[in-house]
């Protein structure tokens, strides 16, 4: 998902009998559902694993804007370049409302920034791939938003307050992105021969990264496991995948789309469709700095906050001056 | 009427004014100074893309009146080329640094604010109104850039530098804003356009007060580019407004009758 | 790296007549920066008519709700921002 595979720093899951008494109070308080808030005391483990946990959460926000804001400049109508726009504007917001929830945690966003540039903190995998034709802005809505919300619908319910209250405002301004993108599907689809094709080859593109996006099978991981009786993690990488694929292939049956796997069938049995192998190696490589565009989003990140810095700066220096003749002047 | 060729073409130079900065901004969306500006800046953006669209819909209706349909707003914007255009120049300059594009909306804003102002008044009800609501919008924008004139040329001395150097190197682009051609002129008796002259005075006052908070030298008043009725106005433009366009219009133009 | 801009805290009034609420937070220069950033950054969607800003910094807030040891704050600042502790990256599991 948008955080992928966070590292906990755990090395197995804490029974209760192993928890010091300030510990188990504090996982009494998170199985009544009571929020965490930033004042509170929390372990050590919980607060590094959230700060991880938002920051690639609000990282992936940032560089998502670069493939979709490829586009604001082409987009082929007024209409549709307004609604990216915004689209991608709203993206921004999202990853403002992150960093402020990582903030109250106690790590500034600017050092934040700075892990991301060293590549110390990832984002989601699915940002690497690039955006080719249009219809690639319609497929980032339709699957990419798609399978964020299903994420995020239930983080606006995990244990930490402040990483909550951003989600159920990022939710609130979600609910039209995904479905500007199918409407871009819609158009593409019901359009020439060309416009669909376009549709078709966006789809192939996209389907199995949308899938890795949720990251590996984890009903087996540590991390999980922690993160999920700390309730910052709500459910398991696979349910959210089968979860999307069963929502996904009817979109795409009546938008007239193959999606680009031999073994999808409806299992009448599980109640679920089946799927083929997700190719794991092409994703590990994508997180490791290998995918197609992990260069070129890094670099376009470095150069915007480094042409950036003498603004911020003279921004502050402007600010410090006017308060000192004021002070002068009172 | 026998005006409307006119009137349509007046309207489109306030429609293209809006959909080029428009166009420009949205090279900036994802990678501003900070977060927080991105985001600011994108709404500045957004603004000037739905006043654009205003003022293309009532190009429509006008050009309709004479050339039945009439083009929608996706035909003028997108098939429209280089030479059919009406912004002013300045709008279509690259975004350059952050000064430049500061330098660029502010030196904008200014007189946009003081020309909806005047066209509120406008005989014409449709552009009386759209010039109010826009008006509202506007009255921000300049807020927001004239305080950035401001912090940069105050700033740092770097930023002061950059700052200075983005005014003078637009500064000759301004004078076609105030230049009144017989499209203009005509108009203007008839009460429908603003008189863009005298709306010289009024801007370069305020646009001196902002200077001198921003201790920002007033540049001298040289040649200014398409002040003769040789300009964005009359569709003859830099070198920069064909690229953006082979940019803006690559998908619209490589489909034609598709609908997006 | 230079200095990082403050961090503030926005509170928005709604058209419902309802007080000012705590909506979020973020960076500015100033107080008139920070009004107008508010104004692009949490009323994009025109929730609100009025905005007040304040610096984070300069909020103090209550202890927690548990009367217990346990939960007992180690300061009073509400958003007790760059004081975590980096690890070194050879550190791990702890």
Redesign the interface.
Do not use: C
């Given at each position: 998902m948008y955080a992928q595979m966070v590292d906990t720093g755990v090395a197995k899951v804490r029974d209760v009998a192993e928890m010091t008494q300030e510990e188990r109070a504090f996982q009494d308080r998170i199985d009544a559902d009571v929020k965490v808030e930033p004042k509170d005391w929390m372990p050590d483990a919980y607060r590094r694993t959230l700060i991880r946990q938002i920051q690639q959460h609000a990282h992936s926000e940032i560089v998502g804007m670069l493939p979709e804001g490829n586009w604001i400049t082409r987009a082929p109508s007024l209409q549709r370049k307004a609604t990216l726009m915004a689209k991608v504007q709203d993206e921004g917001g999202h990853g403002l409302y992150l960093y402020c929830a990582a903030e109250t945690l106690g790590v500034s966003r600017d050092a934040m920034v700075a892990d991301l540039h060293a590549g110390k903190v990832k984002y989601s995998s699915i940002f690497n791939y690039p955006t080719l034709t249009w219809a690639d802005i319609g497929t980032i809505g339709w699957l990419v938003d798609g399978a964020a919300i299903m994420n995020q619908i239930p983080l606006c319910r995990c244990s930490f307050g402040p990483y909550a209250r951003a989600m159920i405002r990022v939710c609130k301004e979600e609910s039209f992105h995904q479905r500007q993108g199918y409407d871009i599907m819609l158009a593409l689809c019901r359009g020439t021969p060309e416009q669909k094709v376009m549709a078709q080859d966006a789809l192939n593109r996209w389907w199995w990264p949308s899938l890795m996006m949720f990251g590996p099978p984890d009903a087996a991981s540590v991390h999980s496991a922690q993160s999920a009786r700390w309730k910052i993690k709500l459910l398991s990488n696979d349910e959210l995948r089968q979860r999307f694929v069963d929502q996904t292939v009817p979109q795409a049956d009546y938008l007239g789309l193959k999606v680009p796997d031999d073994r999808l069938a409806w299992s009448a049995e599980r109640g679920h469709y089946d799927f083929g192998e997700i190719d794991w190696q092409e994703f590990h490589e994508v997180i490791k700095g290998n995918g197609p565009c992990n260069r070129e989003r890094m670099q376009t990140r470095i150069k915007a906050w480094e042409d950036g810095a003498w603004v911020r700066e003279a921004a502050l220096a402007h600010a410090e001056k006017h308060a000192a003749r004021e002070r002068q002047a009172a | 009427m026998d005006d409307d060729p006119r009137l349509f073409d007046y309207v489109l130079r306030l429609a293209d004014n809006g959909v080029v900065l428009a166009q420009r901004l949205g090279e900036w969306v994802g990678k501003g100074p900070a977060l927080e500006e991105d985001i600011a800046l994108t709404n500045v953006g957004l603004d000037l893309l739905g006043q654009g669209r205003m003022w293309l819909a009532y190009a429509r209706e006008i050009e309709a009146r004479y050339a039945p349909p009439g083009r929608g707003e996706d035909a003028l914007a997108f098939l429209r080329d280089g030479g059919e255009f009406r912004n002013l120049l300045l709008v279509e300059q690259p975004n350059g640094s952050y000064a430049d594009t500061m330098a660029r909306q502010f030196l904008f804003d200014q007189w946009h604010l003081m020309l909806l102002g005047a066209l509120a008044g406008s005989k014409d009800e449709r552009i009386a109104a759209i010039a109010a609501k826009a008006g509202k919008e506007v009255r921000y924008h300049v807020e927001r850039s004239a305080d950035w004139t401001i912090r940069l040329g105050d700033g740092t001395e770097l930023s002061h530098r950059r700052m200075q150097d983005a005014v003078d190197a637009l500064w000759m682009y301004t004078g076609e804003m105030f230049a009144v051609d017989a499209i203009e002129r005509g108009l203007v008796a008839a009460g429908v356009a603003a008189d863009a002259a005298s709306l010289q005075g009024p801007w370069r006052s305020a646009v001196a007060a902002v200077f001198d908070e921003a201790t920002l030298a007033m540049p001298g008043d040289g040649w200014m580019q398409g002040a003769t009725g040789r300009g964005g106005k009359q569709g003859i433009h830099t070198e920069h407004l064909g690229h953006m366009l082979a940019e803006m219009q690559i998908v619209a133009r490589s489909h034609p009758g598709a609908r997006w | 790296?230079?200095?990082?801009?403050p961090?503030w805290e926005i509170f928005i009034r709604s058209q419902h007549g309802l007080a000012h609420k705590h909506?979020?937070?973020?960076?500015?220069?100033?107080a008139?920066?920070a009004i107008?950033?508010a104004?692009?950054?949490y009323t994009?969607?025109n929730e609100g008519i009025s905005i007040w800003v304040a610096r984070s910094a300069d909020i103090h807030?209550s202890?927690?709700g548990?009367k217990?040891a346990?939960?007992?704050?180690?300061n009073d600042k509400?958003?007790?921002?760059?004081?975590?502790f980096?690890m070194p990256?050879d550190v791990?599991?702890?």
């Open positions: - | - | 790296m230079s200095s990082e801009w961090l909506v979020g937070s973020l960076h500015a220069v100033d008139q920066m107008r950033n104004r692009d950054v994009r969607r807030a202890s927690p548990d217990e346990l939960f007992e704050p180690s509400v958003y007790r921002h760059p004081t975590f980096p990256d791990k599991h702890i």
